[in-house]
């Protein structure tokens, strides 16, 4: 069965950090594109950084460049999201994909004082 999991979330002050971990089950995540995404209550989901299964490469949405880095940990089987610097609006529920098919259950992160 294929799975992806979140982790990591919680409840931080403005200017702190998470680092929130997408596990998977039933299939490697090196072979596939893996996205970050989130969604704030009442907006729509966006991107927030992605992975290349071809090279590593990534890319960032602007909104969190400089604050937040994908990174991938092949031994692990997981991929990470490192967020520094969170502000309030980073609230949301944060979700990872794989191949824009495969979901996991989401990861709530709320920054607030």
């Known amino acids: 069965q294929l799975q992806l999991v979140e982790s990591g979330g919680g409840l931080v002050q403005p200017g702190g950090s998470l680092r929130l971990s997408c596990a998977a089950s039933g299939f490697r995540l090196d072979f596939y594109y893996i996205g970050w995404f989130r969604q704030a209550p009442g907006k729509e989901r966006e991107g927030v950084s992605c992975i290349s299964s071809a090279d590593g490469s990534t890319n960032t949405a602007d909104s969190v460049k400089g604050r937040f880095t994908i990174s991938r940990d092949n031994a692990k089987n997981t991929v990470y999201l490192q967020m520094n610097s969170l502000k309030p609006e980073d609230t949301a529920v944060y979700y990872c994909?794989?191949?824009?098919?495969?979901w996991g259950q989401g990861t709530q992160v709320t920054v607030s004082s």
């Open positions: 994909n794989a191949e824009g098919i495969y």
